[in-house]
């Protein structure tokens, strides 16, 4: 089936089908951006401010001053807290956009009334949004005004977020019980479009997702266990030395620890990444329908969309060989994927009720 | 929608629900205390050594890397439990395009389901008995089916269609 034969009222300009795949695409799009901005102006600063935290930590062991390194451990905290609210507010934006993408493709079997269905469609949205908003601002919030000991408001927004998202989610489980009972589709089906652009995107994507397994069972079974070994030793080393007022040595064992993270850090983001783009370049094969473009700009962005699905993985883990080049290479290969996302988001867009499929184009 | 579809979709949301609601779990009651837990051993641990007292200082290390190993597969099960979940419902919508026969796609369906939801769990159990082989075999085990299943599934759609 072509863009153009598809039946307005299969996509309704307000449907909950179609809020979802646009607040889907945007949300992706929008936490790749921010992964983009966090790799490239925030990531290697912050692992350098870490290092430079045990550096300072080990200079206070040598000194036999216990004060000063819990000084130095309390503000070493906060650095760590600052990345992981960071990635954290990353990967969720990113998976509830995923999940949106998830429902839009469901929305036919979810037997509940049109209305319902719609508001569900914006609630989930709004707890998209706001679910990573109030991760992010763990760090900067604190505990600030908070009536619990642990749990700050940004850490309440964040849960009160999740447990939206949950409970939508359990709304439409309970939707396609019912319609389970009944068989009646609440909506036209998905179209069964075979355009070359949606075989592409499917056959890329399982191929992408099944290396991305492939990777990550290589590296559960020869590397997981003996980097965190590694890791225990490393630290043991670094406050031997540092005790001995070692310095030289206490500060390459810093060194050691810094190529550990980073080892172990490249190969878990080559193989979330890469899964990621797969189940993404899944989902957009089903909605290629609804990307109102000609045929030709739906095959540009299909491959713009998997050359970067491809180069940001590889490139992360040529990081450890080629260093920043690669670095800089992967993060073209996420922008890639974010201009291809917004291309296709502009041809959701396009499509506005108003205009029938063939006029549009 | 065939049983397989059903199987997929069902199995697929039902465990995205579970693996959130461990999440939310986690996050709420579990995942400060672990932090403070992971922050506070290796602080410990180099103020110990500080005040040169080797003893303490390894005890805490220790502490520290079991507090990480835990946390590290607290989150990777989370996060697996979603993420096979959601590929779990992708793979449905579409499992009619698997060129195997029903009964046969019945089979890569269950195993996706039972692989998925066994293999966090596997690797969650982890937790509560270090260096388990059990649980590291169960792991290994269930995860290669995930794969095989992914494999079969790959291998069904490149077959061409079967007129009907």
């Not at chain 1, 079974?221 to 070994?229: D, I, K, S």
């Not at chain 2, 199995?11 to 939310?24: H, R």
């Not at chain 2, 992971?38 to 303490?56: C, H, I, K, V």
């Amino acid at each position: 089936m072509t863009t153009a034969t598809l039946s307005p009222t299969a996509f309704a300009p307000m449907s909950s089908r179609r809020l979802f795949i646009f607040g889907g695409i945007a949300l992706v799009a929008a936490g790749m951006l921010f992964g983009d901005i966090f790799a490239v102006f925030i990531l290697h600063q912050n692992a350098g401010q870490q290092g430079a935290s045990l550096i300072a930590a080990n200079q206070a062991v040598a000194a036999g001053n216990p004060t000063a390194v819990g000084e130095i451990f309390s503000n070493l905290g906060g650095i760590l807290e600052d990345r992981g609210t960071k990635v954290d507010a990353h990967v969720h934006m990113i998976g509830a956009g995923y999940l949106a993408l998830l429902l839009a493709l469901v929305q036919p079997y979810i037997a509940l009334a049109a209305k319902t269905k719609k508001r569900l469609a914006t609630y989930f949205i709004a707890g998209g949004v706001l679910f990573p908003i109030g991760i992010f601002l763990i760090h900067y919030v604190g505990l600030a005004y908070s009536p619990f000991k642990v749990i700050g408001w940004a850490s309440i927004l964040a849960d009160s977020a999740g447990a939206l998202l949950l409970i939508v989610l359990l709304i439409e489980a309970w939707g396609f019980r019912s319609y389970l009972r009944t068989r009646q589709l609440t909506e036209p089906a998905i179209p069964d479009d075979d355009s070359w652009p949606r075989r592409a995107l499917l056959s890329g994507g399982t191929l992408l997702i099944f290396f991305g397994f492939l990777h990550g069972a290589w590296y559960a079974g020869a590397y997981l266990y003996q980097h965190e070994r590694m890791e225990t030793d490393i630290l043991g080393k670094m406050m031997a030395a540092a005790s001995a007022s070692d310095l030289p040595a206490a500060t390459a064992e810093v060194t050691n620890f810094g190529n550990l993270a980073g080892a172990h850090a490249v190969n878990i983001a080559a193989h979330s990444h890469i899964i990621e783009f797969g189940l993404l370049a899944m989902l957009l094969s089903f909605i290629q329908p609804y990307v109102f473009l000609s045929d030709l700009w739906k095959r540009r962005w299909t491959k713009v969309l998997l050359a970067g699905s491809l180069i940001l993985p590889v490139f992360v883990l040529l990081e450890l060989k080629l260093g920043l080049l690669a670095g800089g290479i992967a993060d073209i290969g996420g922008l890639m994927v974010i201009v291809a996302l917004v291309g296709m988001l502009s041809g959701v867009l396009r499509y506005t009720g108003t205009l029938d499929a063939g006029g549009s184009r | 929608m065939t049983g397989s579809q059903r199987l997929l979709i069902f199995g697929g949301m039902s465990l995205a629900a579970f693996g959130m609601l461990y999440g939310l779990h986690y996050a709420v009651l579990v995942e400060h205390q672990t932090l403070d837990r992971l922050g506070g051993s290796l602080a410990q641990a180099f103020m110990d050594a500080a005040s040169r007292n080797p003893a303490g200082s390894q005890a805490a290390l220790e502490a520290y890397g079991q507090t990480k190993y835990d946390y590290v597969r607290q989150v990777d099960c989370h996060s697996h439990w979603i993420g096979l979940a959601m590929i779990m419902i992708v793979l449905g919508v579409v499992f009619g395009r698997v060129n195997f026969s029903e009964r046969f796609r019945q089979a890569i369906a269950l195993a996706l389901l039972v692989g998925s939801a066994t293999f966090p769990l596997a690797v969650l159990l982890q937790t509560y008995h270090h260096g388990a082989l059990v649980l590291k075999a169960l792991s290994v085990a269930s995860s290669g089916l995930v794969i095989a299943a992914l494999a079969a599934t790959a291998w069904g759609f490149s077959r061409p269609r079967t007129p009907v």
